[in-house]
């Protein structure tokens, strides 16, 4: 049985240490939830590629060389849209930016630049905010029953 958010909808979550070895449960999370609301093979697929590629992010970037934990909390929308918020207490990072400016590569040696071209292949919609102490990541992935295209 899911808990419920403050929309009513219902929520599910779960909490690791941010460590390489702590990326599975989180996959393995999301991709149940995504089976759960009864979305296609190819879009559980690629959602777990989306939070393995966030989570990966997240450890290189957000919380290199500081002890932080990696939340995931997923919220089914009226409309049947899944909601995959991310959340970390590294240091502020917006990966949605990070790779988007040319001056970027002065902070980043060759091949160390965040992707995120799965996360955007997976999700319709991607929004980050930072809030107190944490970075917060939405995907919006809406209802695909029967395999409707995002």
């Avoid at 049947?80 to 918020?85: K, Q, R």
């Avoid at 992707?115 to 319709?124: L, N």
């Amino acid at each position: 049985m899911m808990n419920k958010n403050e929309n009513n909808a219902p929520v599910d979550a779960i909490t690791r240490p941010a460590r390489e070895d702590c990326v599975a449960d989180l996959v393995g999370f999301v991709r149940n939830m995504a089976t759960e609301c009864g979305y296609r093979e190819d879009t559980i697929r690629d959602l777990g590629l989306a939070t393995e590629e966030a989570a990966g992010n997240i450890i290189r970037f957000a919380c290199r060389g500081r002890e932080a934990e990696i939340g995931i909390s997923c919220a089914i929308h009226d409309t049947g849209a899944l909601y995959i918020t991310i959340t970390d207490t590294g240091a502020p990072f917006n990966m949605l930016l990070a790779g988007t400016f040319p001056e970027t590569d002065d902070f980043f040696k060759p091949g160390e630049k965040p992707s995120t071209k799965i996360m955007k292949k997976a999700a319709r919609n991607i929004e980050y905010k930072r809030n107190a102490d944490k970075n917060i990541l939405i995907f919006t992935v809406s209802h695909d029953p029967g395999g409707i295209r995002r």
